[in-house]
């Protein structure tokens, strides 16, 4: 018994060393040796070293709006709305972010609108949308910006991401910032 | 869709193929054979067993087994506390995150010795980074003490009657030294690619583009997240666990994660069969626990990709299925899939909110969870199902009129009583958790108002989760439960303590007393254990287990909330 409480003692403060110390250490190492430093993706513009992987809140009409976000895109915390299927308070805040988008998107039709534009997502920091989540925004845009439909239409194709599994996606962040810099 | 059905399938498939050589190499390490990595393993366990004073050859029998592993548990929790309680003054603690209380210091730790990882705290803002590497300590130690435990019951069914069933720490150190640690270094670099951070600088502040200041959390990731799937953890390193961008950044990194957490449940069924020479008996399990977890996970992919009827009621379209909660890059299917593969399996950890799923979806998730052995956790999970496998053999013992025996050896009265102690367990903690907490709210709603994110069925599936994550060692959650409080904090550490440790003594124990049984040479007569007749036997009586212990608990949730909601 004794001699079992000393080496569980000795034995786990040697494994801290390997697994609390020498490992992590490795790893922080090897994370030099990679394109990114362990810092994260990132996207530098406006003299600003943004998280590409990070979304942020975009409410501004002449941006391409992100998704809601339950924790407002402050990368300090995270998370979802965790609100049930079929909660009712949560469906009304569902029926007012469509009403919301119908007024700032005039001239759509509302069985266009994709589901994820006015869901949460389960991060909170979700940085993509579809490809209809932006083709939708692209007449708002256009009218605010004063930029050709087509040009937009050809922005969003060049920032469609589709990798070899799993959805297609484009980076709303990539996006707007290539959006700033269109004219 | 089509492209994210054929990730699926390429998930599991990839998994599989690994595991049956790594189960391979999981039977010659655990059976003291030389493997050629020989040279780089053996000075370094010589210099861990050295200072730690340790004989890794000394025979122990199922008792000695049982009380090393208590007593190094023992130790854990204690200085987790310490740990936890102590952070805000102790070093690595960049953004001043205060120390724990008492009892969310005693739930947290519980909770990661157990490898369940319930987190009633956020990693941001919860724990410092001193912690989080303590943590990710305990995820290595966590899992290999099941798969130390389950060692055990390997050595104790091969041929042959004895009390010597190999050394804890052998078994224990081996898991870590020659598994568990070179896999998570190769995962690591993958995820390190793909953008993940490791750094230890505090949070970041910024400007957003479009001028608002935030501040972005970050830390050692890399290292913690890769642990955490393997040793099937759970435990986020963020908050939003695996649905957070910088916790699983693209799709790619999903499916690493995906493989990850399948890879040593699978691995320890093939290890299993290559110890004991009967590779039928693996493939007999795994055609059960994959049945099962087919049965599971497809009704939940075809919810969450047909998503949800209130929000398609209001007349926009849901192409990409059920979104709230969902992440872009991972959608509807995987996440389907991932909330079935991490509850079947003991990861717990979440790639979209469990909250927010159907509910048919959230049924399966408990459901998953309620079975706990469909794969299940690392060396607990064929642990879990090893009872099952006795009550079988009881029971078509006694219908064809036999002696029950399995492997040769007779299946008696007192292997009996502990499976069925066992097997009851289980439903015991949930059930008496959920109605005493029920009780609790019905009686004062006010006073525990913050408990319940909604109303009404879902409500009481959200208390129903977390006894349910607890008692299986899951550690996902219905994560709108207000769960760090006294209450909550207390009675799930309780829950979790006995979901853990008498699950893993009780097979133990059966297999230590049948190992010290004399062989029974197999004749015509003898019940054949590895048929797919079995196979089905087995299937029934988790089901009926199953189904009778937890169907009326479902009802009043998942069940009536589907009738609300289509």
Partial sequence: MKTHVFSAIKLTLVMLILLSGIYPLLIWGAAHLTPDKGQGKRIIANGQSYYKNIGQTFTQGQYFYSRPSAVSYNAAGSGGSNKGPANPDYLATVQARIDSFMVHNPGIHKKDIPAELVTASGSGLDPHISVEAATIQVKRISQIRNIPEANLNELIRKHTEQPMFGPSVINVLALNISLDQLK | ????????????????????????????????????????????????????????????????????????????????????????????????????????????????????????????????????????????????????????????????????????????????????????????????????????????????????????????????????????????????????????????????????????????????GYFINRRKMSWMIFGVMTVGFLLLAIPNIVQEVNGNPAIAKMGIQQKLGAMEGKEMRIGAAASGFWSIVTTVISTGSVNAMHDSTMPMSGMNEMLAMMVNSFYGGCGVGLLNFFIFIILAVFISGLMVGRTPEFLGKKIEANEIKIAM??????????????????????????????????????????????????????????????????????????????????????????????????????????????????????????????????????????????????
């Fill in chain 2, 421 to 566: 102690l066992i097997a009851l367990l289980h439903p015991f903690l949930i059930l008496v958790g959920t109605a005493l907490s029920s009780y609790l709210y019905v009686n004062n709603p006010e006073a525990y108002a913050s408990w319940l994110n909604n109303p009404g069925f879902h409500g009481f599936s959200e208390m129903l989760y977390e006894y349910t994550s607890s008692a299986a060692n899951n550690g996902s959650g219905f994560e709108g439960l207000g769960d760090n409080t006294l209450w909550w904090n207390t009675s799930t550490g309780i829950v979790l303590i006995l979901g853990r440790f008498l699950p893993i003594i009780g097979p133990v124990a059966i297999a230590g007393m049948l190992a010290a049984k004399k062989q029974i040479p197999e004749s015509a007569g003898t019940l054949k254990t590895d048929t797919t007749t079995f196979g089905i036997m087995i299937f029934a009586v988790i089901l009926i287990v199953t189904a009778l212990s937890f169907f009326p608990s479902l009802a009043l949730g998942p069940i009536a909330e589907y009738f609300t909601l289509y």
């Fill in chain 2, 1 to 272: 869709m089509y492209s994210e059905m054929i990730g699926i399938v390429f998930m599991f498939t990839i998994s599989l193929l690994l595991a049956i050589p790594l189960g391979k190499y999981m039977a010659k390490v655990y059976g003291g054979q030389p493997t050629r990595l020989n040279r780089v393993f053996n000075p370094l366990e010589k210099w861990l067993f050295g200072i730690s004073n340790i004989n890794p050859n000394t025979e122990m029998n199922w008792k000695q087994h049982m009380l090393a592993m208590m007593i190094i548990n023992g130790v854990w929790i204690v200085l987790g506390m310490l740990i936890l309680m102590n952070q805000s003054w102790l070093p690595l603690n960049p953004d001043k995150n205060p120390d724990m209380s008492a009892h969310l210091a005693f739930n947290t730790t519980i909770s990661f010795v157990v490898n369940c990882n319930l987190q009633h705290y956020s990693g941001e803002t919860g724990v410092s980074y001193l912690s989080q590497l303590f943590l990710q300590f305990l995820q290595f130690v966590s899992a290999a003490t099941g798969m130390a435990a389950a060692v055990v019951l390997f050595k104790a069914l091969k041929d042959r009657a004895t009390h010597q069933l190999g050394n804890f720490y052998f078994f224990f150190v081996k898991s870590i030294t020659r598994i568990l640690l070179p896999i998570s270094v190769v995962i690591a670099i993958l995820f390190l690619l793909e953008g993940m951070p490791m750094s230890f600088e505090g949070k970041e502040q910024m400007v957003n583009l479009q001028g608002d200041t935030i501040q972005v959390s970050r830390g050692p990731v890399a290292s913690f997240v890769p642990i955490k799937h393997l040793g099937t953890n759970g435990g986020g390193y963020f908050g939003s666990n695996s649905a957070h961008p910088l916790e699983n950044p693209s799709y790619f990194s999903n499916m690493v994660a995906m493989i990850a957490q399948l890879l040593i449940p699978f691995s320890m069924i093939f290890a299993f």
